[in-house]
């Protein structure tokens, strides 16, 4: 016997004693479907919209810039330019950028600074 369940010995009843479930009383919880109402529609899909974060896209446009200086470097490096003037250009290149680039703030992005 088993939490009162059973017999209490299986000895003459014609059984191993083994208790099993009774599967024909088991309720169906597929009957009861909860259907989605409007509102929680509604918070779906502004959780769905989420605005881009900005750090990401600062992050993002920083690395441009500096992936371009990095290039404008190698380039002044090749043709053997002393590395205080090649850091002269690469300073002045990089402040260019950085003031040209405000200007894409008011595009529209998403997180990963594709526009929208």
Known sequence: MYNGIGLTT????GTN?????NWASVRKTKDS???RTEEDIAKLDCASNKQ????ILDHERKRKIEVKCA???DT???QGLPKEEIAARV???RAKLAETGNGDKDVPRDEFGRVA
């Open 10 to 13: 299986p000895r003459g009843s």
């Open 17 to 21: 004693g083994y208790v099993q479930r």
């Open 33 to 35: 479907v909860n259907y």
């Open 52 to 55: 881009p974060n900005r750090e």
């Open 71 to 73: 290039e404008l470097e």
């Open 76 to 78: 002044l490096e090749e």
């Open 91 to 93: 300073a002045a290149f």
